[in-house]
């Protein structure tokens, strides 16, 4: 099954790095990641090519305030732009890949590949095309950062792109890649349709995948997951029932519906996701201090820097705060949800 390879390819992935976290204190760190871009040949194909003049001044701005940069892959869209014309995206972007490059040569950046980006796992294709424009620049699958608040360790943070396991992303790559440069791509250009249209929902999504990541990161003891990928935004609120309370109802959804159905097959599958649901409750639901039933806090995604109507998203740290920003051209950052690390983590360690 799929969600079986992404939990196997997560669980590598993470082991790789399980001995060697990078320590930070989270009352002095500043960090911003973004995933996402998708730069491309400048066309309608584009989709990074509206949302650039935002994303420089929000490069300028982070930069400006000592942060931490750390692009979370996918920066450039390599399945639609044949491998002869990835030297263009550079000279057409190279606004942007200017202000990565402030971030590198000041030693503040970290970059992480994706699916779209994956020929960047590769050392001779980084020295070829992308050490050009940033030079150096070493590029990895995943990075994991050790929380610290003074003397004592919160826990860990996992940032990785999230394409591992993934049918179509991952397993499909290949397929994948070629679809989107034979066929969408093409109708790209001739409709400039955009393949993501903001939305201000950052709450997980209660599709498949988004509850695969969920729950691998929930069942990791004293770990948050931060990632990319899906181009949703996520940062749920933490001080309240609210995601507990969405699961007891897709819960009560499907026992409903099992019970009207009367063919075999039907009942038999409602079933099977009534109770994935169910076991995600038990295992990742909690009973605070309060008496208020939540649920843990594991799973964090940028969003994307791409989106239709020129907007950009990410996730920074702050002075021990955490939170989902996005960036509009003129109008700057605005602060979408937030949560104290030590508060995330605690409900991390609740009950284990």
Same mark, same amino acid.
Request: aromatic content about 10%.
């Given at each position: 099954?799929?969600?079986?390879?992404?939990?196997?390819?997560?669980?590598?992935?993470?082991?790789?790095?399980?001995?060697?976290?990078?320590?930070?204190?989270?009352?002095?760190?500043?960090?911003?990641?973004?995933?996402?871009?998708?730069?491309?040949?400048?066309?309608?194909?584009?989709?990074?090519?509206?949302?650039?003049?935002?994303?420089?001044?929000?490069?300028?701005?982070?930069?400006?305030?000592?942060?931490?940069?750390?692009?979370?892959?996918?920066?450039?869209?390599?399945?639609?732009?044949?491998?002869?014309?990835?030297?263009?995206?550079?000279?057409?972007?190279?606004?942007?890949?200017?202000?990565?490059?402030?971030?590198?040569?000041?030693?503040?950046?970290?970059?992480?590949?994706? +699916?779209?980006?994956?020929?960047?796992?590769?050392?001779?294709?980084?020295?070829?095309?992308?050490?050009?424009?940033?030079?150096?620049?070493?590029?990895?699958?995943?990075?994991?950062?050790?929380?610290?608040?003074?003397?004592?360790?919160?826990?860990?943070?996992?940032?990785?792109?999230?394409?591992?396991?993934?049918?179509?992303?991952?397993?499909?790559?290949?397929?994948?890649?070629?679809?989107?440069?034979?066929?969408?791509?093409?109708?790209?250009?001739?409709?400039?349709?955009?393949?993501?249209?903001?939305?201000?929902?950052?709450?997980?999504?209660?599709?498949?995948?988004?509850?695969?990541?969920?729950?691998?990161?929930?069942?990791?003891?004293?770990?948050?997951?931060?990632?990319?990928?899906?181009?949703?935004?996520?940062?749920?609120?933490?001080?309240?029932?609210?995601?507990?309370?969405?699961?007891?109802?897709?819960?009560?959804?499907?026992?409903?519906?099992?019970?009207?159905?009367?063919?075999?097959?039907?009942?038999? +599958?409602?079933?099977?996701?009534?109770?994935?649901?169910?076991?995600?409750?038990?295992?990742?639901?909690?009973?605070?201090?309060?008496?208020?039933?939540?649920?843990?806090?594991?799973?964090?995604?940028?969003?994307?820097?791409?989106?239709?109507?020129?907007?950009?998203?990410?996730?920074?740290?702050?002075?021990?705060?955490?939170?989902?920003?996005?960036?509009?051209?003129?109008?700057?950052?605005?602060?979408?949800?937030?949560?104290?690390?030590?508060?995330?983590?605690?409900?991390?360690?609740? +009950?284990?």
């Amino acid at each position: 099954m799929a969600s079986s390879r992404v939990v196997e390819n997560l669980t590598q992935a993470h082991k790789k790095l399980a001995t060697s976290p990078l320590p930070v204190d989270i009352g002095e760190a500043r960090f911003l990641f973004i995933s996402d871009l998708h730069r491309g040949l400048g066309d309608g194909a584009d989709d990074f090519d509206a949302c650039e003049d935002a994303f420089c001044q929000c490069l300028e701005q982070y930069f400006d305030e000592n942060f931490t940069l750390v692009v979370v892959g996918d920066a450039e869209e390599l399945w639609e732009v044949r491998e002869k014309d990835w030297p263009e995206i550079f000279e057409i972007h190279a606004a942007s890949v200017e202000r990565e490059r402030a971030f590198l040569d000041a030693g503040r950046y970290c970059r992480l590949y994706g +699916n779209h980006d994956l020929a960047w796992a590769n050392g001779a294709s980084v020295k070829k095309y992308l050490n050009p424009h940033l030079p150096n620049v070493q590029v990895s699958e995943a990075l994991i950062l050790e929380l610290l608040d003074g003397p004592e360790s919160l826990g860990r943070m996992f940032i990785i792109h999230g394409h591992q396991g993934d049918f179509f992303s991952d397993l499909l790559a290949e397929v994948s890649e070629v679809l989107v440069r034979e066929l969408w791509a093409r109708i790209q250009k001739v409709t400039e349709l955009r393949s993501t249209r903001f939305s201000e929902e950052r709450r997980i999504q209660g599709d498949h995948t988004e509850a695969v990541y969920y729950d691998w990161s929930a069942r990791q003891p004293s770990m948050a997951t931060l990632m990319g990928h899906t181009h949703d935004m996520v940062l749920e609120k933490i001080d309240s029932s609210e995601h507990y309370a969405r699961i007891q109802r897709l819960i009560t959804k499907f026992d409903t519906r099992y019970r009207r159905l009367r063919d075999k097959e039907s009942k038999y +599958n409602y079933r099977v996701l009534r109770d994935r649901w169910k076991s995600r409750l038990k295992r990742s639901a909690f009973q605070d201090h309060d008496g208020v039933f939540r649920m843990r806090p594991a799973y964090f995604n940028t969003g994307c820097c791409c989106f239709d109507n020129g907007w950009i998203s990410g996730i920074e740290i702050r002075e021990g705060e955490l939170s989902l920003i996005t960036w509009q051209e003129e109008k700057g950052r605005k602060t979408v949800a937030s949560a104290h690390l030590s508060e995330v983590f605690r409900q991390l360690a609740v +009950n284990r």
